[in-house]
Protein backbone atom coordinates (compact mmCIF):
# COMPACT_ATOMS: atom_id res chain seq x y z
CA UNK A 1 0.00 0.00 0.00
CA UNK A 2 2.89 1.95 0.34
CA UNK A 3 2.74 2.76 -3.48
CA UNK A 4 -0.22 4.87 -2.96
CA UNK A 5 1.03 7.20 -1.29
CA UNK A 6 2.72 9.01 -4.32
CA UNK A 7 1.10 12.48 -5.75
CA UNK A 8 -1.61 12.17 -2.10
CA UNK A 9 -2.34 15.20 0.10
CA UNK A 10 -2.50 13.82 2.90
CA UNK A 11 -0.39 10.34 4.10
CA UNK A 12 -1.83 6.96 4.05
CA UNK A 13 -1.80 4.83 7.08
CA UNK A 14 -1.13 1.13 7.11
CA UNK A 15 -3.88 -1.26 6.15
CA UNK A 16 -4.99 -1.76 9.76
CA UNK A 17 -4.61 2.03 10.40
CA UNK A 18 -6.88 2.90 7.83
CA UNK A 19 -9.36 0.23 9.14
CA UNK A 20 -9.80 1.89 11.80
CA UNK A 21 -9.59 5.88 10.69
CA UNK A 22 -12.31 7.55 12.07
CA UNK A 23 -12.63 9.83 8.89
CA UNK A 24 -12.85 7.38 6.44
CA UNK A 25 -15.16 5.27 8.12
CA UNK A 26 -17.85 8.51 8.05
CA UNK A 27 -17.01 8.99 4.68
CA UNK A 28 -17.21 5.38 3.34
CA UNK A 29 -20.59 5.07 5.62
CA UNK A 30 -21.52 8.28 3.17
CA UNK A 31 -21.39 6.61 0.27
CA UNK A 32 -23.02 3.15 1.52
CA UNK A 33 -26.18 5.35 2.98
CA UNK A 34 -26.50 7.27 -0.47
CA UNK A 35 -26.14 4.50 -2.59
CA UNK A 36 -28.56 2.30 -0.21
CA UNK A 37 -30.90 5.16 -0.44
CA UNK A 38 -30.51 5.10 -4.34
CA UNK A 39 -31.56 1.62 -4.19
CA UNK A 40 -34.50 2.54 -2.50
CA UNK A 41 -35.74 4.96 -4.40
CA UNK A 42 -34.93 3.05 -8.18
CA UNK A 43 -36.73 0.28 -6.27
CA UNK A 44 -40.24 2.26 -5.78
CA UNK A 45 -40.13 3.71 -9.41
CA UNK A 46 -39.33 0.43 -10.68
CA UNK A 47 -42.30 -1.02 -9.00
CA UNK A 48 -44.14 2.45 -10.25
CA UNK A 49 -43.78 1.12 -13.20
CA UNK A 50 -44.43 -2.41 -13.87
CA UNK A 51 -47.19 -1.95 -11.70
CA UNK A 52 -49.61 1.13 -12.24
CA UNK A 53 -50.80 0.75 -15.54
CA UNK A 54 -50.87 4.29 -16.91
CA UNK A 55 -47.39 4.64 -16.04
CA UNK A 56 -46.41 1.06 -17.17
CA UNK A 57 -47.68 1.77 -20.54
CA UNK A 58 -45.73 5.06 -21.10
CA UNK A 59 -42.80 3.13 -21.10
CA UNK A 60 -43.07 -0.48 -21.96
CA UNK A 61 -45.23 -2.09 -24.92
CA UNK A 62 -47.64 -4.79 -23.30
CA UNK A 63 -49.16 -7.49 -25.09
CA UNK A 64 -52.65 -8.63 -24.56
CA UNK A 65 -51.90 -11.91 -22.54
CA UNK A 66 -49.72 -8.67 -19.85
CA UNK A 67 -45.87 -10.11 -21.48
CA UNK A 68 -43.62 -7.55 -21.90
CA UNK A 69 -43.19 -6.85 -25.48
CA UNK A 70 -40.37 -4.29 -25.36
CA UNK A 71 -39.92 -0.34 -24.80
CA UNK A 72 -42.11 2.50 -26.13
CA UNK A 73 -40.37 5.70 -27.57
CA UNK A 74 -40.04 7.38 -24.33
CA UNK A 75 -39.44 3.97 -22.77
CA UNK A 76 -35.94 3.36 -24.61
CA UNK A 77 -35.39 7.37 -24.00
CA UNK A 78 -35.43 6.19 -20.56
CA UNK A 79 -33.49 3.29 -20.77
CA UNK A 80 -30.51 4.82 -22.90
CA UNK A 81 -30.07 8.03 -21.31
CA UNK A 82 -28.40 6.66 -17.96
CA UNK A 83 -25.82 6.23 -20.48
CA UNK A 84 -25.68 9.50 -22.64
CA UNK A 85 -25.65 11.22 -18.52
CA UNK A 86 -22.13 9.40 -17.75
CA UNK A 87 -20.63 9.82 -21.14
CA UNK A 88 -21.29 13.51 -21.02
CA UNK A 89 -20.53 14.10 -17.68
CA UNK A 90 -17.33 12.18 -17.99
CA UNK A 91 -16.08 14.19 -21.11
CA UNK A 92 -18.23 17.48 -20.42
CA UNK A 93 -18.06 18.31 -16.84
CA UNK A 94 -14.52 19.63 -15.79
CA UNK A 95 -14.83 21.40 -13.09
CA UNK A 96 -17.42 19.44 -11.09
CA UNK A 97 -19.28 20.57 -7.61
CA UNK A 98 -21.13 18.83 -5.28
CA UNK A 99 -24.34 19.88 -6.50
CA UNK A 100 -23.42 19.17 -10.14
CA UNK A 101 -22.28 15.72 -9.06
CA UNK A 102 -25.51 15.27 -7.17
CA UNK A 103 -27.51 15.60 -10.02
CA UNK A 104 -25.99 13.54 -12.15
CA UNK A 105 -26.57 10.91 -9.11
CA UNK A 106 -29.98 11.32 -8.63
CA UNK A 107 -30.52 11.75 -12.23
CA UNK A 108 -29.31 8.20 -13.07
CA UNK A 109 -31.10 6.83 -10.15
CA UNK A 110 -34.57 7.69 -10.96
CA UNK A 111 -34.13 6.94 -15.08
CA UNK A 112 -32.39 3.17 -13.98
CA UNK A 113 -35.27 2.73 -11.83
CA UNK A 114 -37.79 3.62 -13.67
CA UNK A 115 -36.44 1.47 -16.54
CA UNK A 116 -35.91 -1.77 -13.96
CA UNK A 117 -39.68 -1.97 -14.19
CA UNK A 118 -39.14 -4.75 -16.93
CA UNK A 119 -37.58 -6.68 -14.11
CA UNK A 120 -41.07 -6.89 -12.35
CA UNK A 121 -42.44 -7.62 -15.87
CA UNK A 122 -40.09 -10.30 -16.46
CA UNK A 123 -39.98 -11.96 -12.92
CA UNK A 124 -42.03 -13.31 -10.28
CA UNK A 125 -42.00 -10.80 -7.16
CA UNK A 126 -40.01 -13.95 -5.12
CA UNK A 127 -37.53 -14.53 -7.82
CA UNK A 128 -36.70 -10.65 -7.98
CA UNK A 129 -36.64 -10.65 -3.85
CA UNK A 130 -34.38 -13.71 -3.39
CA UNK A 131 -31.61 -12.37 -6.01
CA UNK A 132 -32.30 -9.23 -4.65
CA UNK A 133 -30.93 -10.29 -1.25
CA UNK A 134 -28.34 -12.64 -2.51
CA UNK A 135 -26.90 -9.58 -4.61
CA UNK A 136 -27.13 -7.51 -1.10
CA UNK A 137 -24.71 -10.59 0.05
CA UNK A 138 -22.25 -10.81 -2.35
CA UNK A 139 -21.86 -6.67 -2.53
CA UNK A 140 -21.23 -6.98 1.13
CA UNK A 141 -18.70 -9.55 0.56
CA UNK A 142 -16.51 -8.24 -2.23
CA UNK A 143 -17.10 -4.43 -1.00
CA UNK A 144 -15.75 -6.14 2.35
CA UNK A 145 -12.76 -7.40 0.23
CA UNK A 146 -11.67 -3.68 -1.47
CA UNK A 147 -11.85 -2.42 1.48
CA UNK A 148 -9.32 -4.54 3.87
CA UNK A 149 -6.83 -5.89 1.06
CA UNK A 150 -3.54 -5.37 1.06
CA UNK A 151 -3.37 -6.07 -2.68
CA UNK A 152 -3.51 -2.83 -4.75
CA UNK A 153 -6.08 -3.79 -7.64
CA UNK A 154 -5.84 -0.66 -9.84
CA UNK A 155 -4.20 -3.11 -12.38
CA UNK A 156 -6.98 -5.35 -11.81
CA UNK A 157 -9.83 -2.87 -11.91
CA UNK A 158 -8.86 -1.09 -15.12
CA UNK A 159 -8.81 -4.87 -16.93
CA UNK A 160 -12.43 -4.56 -15.53
CA UNK A 161 -13.48 -1.73 -16.98
CA UNK A 162 -12.07 -2.33 -19.99
CA UNK A 163 -14.10 -5.07 -20.03
CA UNK A 164 -17.29 -3.73 -19.00
CA UNK A 165 -17.60 -1.37 -21.97
CA UNK A 166 -16.71 -4.00 -24.33
CA UNK A 167 -19.57 -6.42 -22.12
CA UNK A 168 -21.67 -3.35 -22.82
CA UNK A 169 -21.26 -3.61 -26.55
CA UNK A 170 -21.16 -7.35 -27.07
CA UNK A 171 -25.20 -6.91 -25.22
CA UNK A 172 -25.82 -4.40 -27.18
CA UNK A 173 -25.01 -6.26 -30.77
CA UNK A 174 -26.37 -9.60 -29.02
CA UNK A 175 -29.89 -7.20 -28.45
CA UNK A 176 -30.36 -5.79 -31.81
CA UNK A 177 -28.31 -8.44 -34.01
CA UNK A 178 -27.61 -11.85 -33.02
CA UNK A 179 -31.26 -11.93 -30.41
CA UNK A 180 -29.49 -15.06 -28.93
CA UNK A 181 -30.90 -16.24 -25.65
CA UNK A 182 -27.72 -18.67 -25.29
CA UNK A 183 -25.30 -15.72 -25.99
CA UNK A 184 -27.01 -13.62 -23.64
CA UNK A 185 -26.17 -16.41 -20.60
CA UNK A 186 -23.04 -16.07 -21.41
CA UNK A 187 -22.56 -12.39 -21.56
CA UNK A 188 -24.32 -12.42 -18.19
CA UNK A 189 -21.90 -14.74 -16.31
CA UNK A 190 -19.10 -12.93 -17.31
CA UNK A 191 -20.73 -9.57 -16.21
CA UNK A 192 -21.34 -11.14 -12.68
CA UNK A 193 -17.38 -11.28 -12.74
CA UNK A 194 -16.79 -8.44 -14.52
CA UNK A 195 -18.92 -6.45 -12.18
CA UNK A 196 -17.72 -8.58 -8.63
CA UNK A 197 -14.28 -7.34 -9.36
CA UNK A 198 -15.08 -3.94 -9.94
CA UNK A 199 -17.22 -3.68 -6.55
CA UNK A 200 -13.86 -4.68 -4.85
CA UNK A 201 -11.81 -2.15 -7.02
CA UNK A 202 -14.29 0.79 -6.67
CA UNK A 203 -14.67 0.32 -2.76
CA UNK A 204 -10.63 0.28 -2.48
CA UNK A 205 -10.31 3.16 -4.92
CA UNK A 206 -12.72 5.21 -2.84
CA UNK A 207 -10.26 4.78 0.27
CA UNK A 208 -7.14 6.36 -1.79
CA UNK A 209 -9.68 9.61 -3.14
CA UNK A 210 -10.36 10.02 0.66
CA UNK A 211 -6.64 10.31 0.97
CA UNK A 212 -6.28 12.27 -2.31
CA UNK A 213 -8.59 14.77 -1.55
CA UNK A 214 -6.73 16.00 1.48
CA UNK A 215 -9.95 16.94 3.88
CA UNK A 216 -11.01 19.06 1.18
CA UNK A 217 -15.07 19.38 2.01
CA UNK A 218 -16.67 20.70 -1.42
CA UNK A 219 -13.97 17.51 -2.80
CA UNK A 220 -15.56 14.90 -0.35
CA UNK A 221 -18.88 15.68 -1.12
CA UNK A 222 -17.93 15.37 -4.99
CA UNK A 223 -16.63 11.62 -4.08
CA UNK A 224 -19.20 10.61 -1.90
CA UNK A 225 -21.33 11.43 -4.99
CA UNK A 226 -19.54 10.19 -7.63
CA UNK A 227 -18.60 6.81 -5.27
CA UNK A 228 -22.49 6.03 -4.54
CA UNK A 229 -22.26 6.36 -8.31
CA UNK A 230 -19.81 3.88 -9.12
CA UNK A 231 -21.33 1.47 -5.90
CA UNK A 232 -24.96 1.46 -7.15
CA UNK A 233 -23.98 0.95 -10.92
CA UNK A 234 -21.93 -2.23 -9.62
CA UNK A 235 -24.86 -3.09 -7.49
CA UNK A 236 -27.79 -3.23 -9.88
CA UNK A 237 -25.42 -4.87 -13.01
CA UNK A 238 -24.77 -7.41 -10.63
CA UNK A 239 -28.18 -7.84 -9.78
CA UNK A 240 -29.31 -7.31 -13.22
CA UNK A 241 -26.72 -10.15 -14.35
CA UNK A 242 -27.85 -12.78 -11.44
CA UNK A 243 -31.58 -12.73 -12.50
CA UNK A 244 -30.99 -13.62 -16.07
CA UNK A 245 -28.89 -16.08 -14.73
CA UNK A 246 -31.21 -17.10 -12.04
CA UNK A 247 -34.27 -15.66 -12.04
CA UNK A 248 -37.36 -17.13 -12.58
CA UNK A 249 -39.91 -15.78 -15.26
CA UNK A 250 -43.86 -15.08 -14.99
Given amino acids: MSDFNNGYSRPIPSTGDMAVDAGLRRFMLGVYNKMALGLVVSGALAF ?3 SIEPVRDLLFRITGE ?7 GLGAIVAFAP ?3 LLSASFLMKNVTPRTSGIVYWAIVALIGASLGTVGLLYTGASVASIFFITAAAFGGLSLVGY ?3 KDLTGMGAFFVMG ?8 LVN ?7 AMLMILSGVGVLIFAGLIAY ?3 RLKMTYYAVGGDEASLAVATNYG ?15 LVLFGQRR
Fill in 164 to 171: AWGLLVAL
Fill in 175 to 181: AFILKSG
Fill in 48 to 50: ATS
Fill in 148 to 150: TTK
Fill in 83 to 85: LII
Fill in 66 to 72: GRLAGYT
Fill in 202 to 204: DTQ
Fill in 228 to 242: ALNLYLDFVNLFRFL
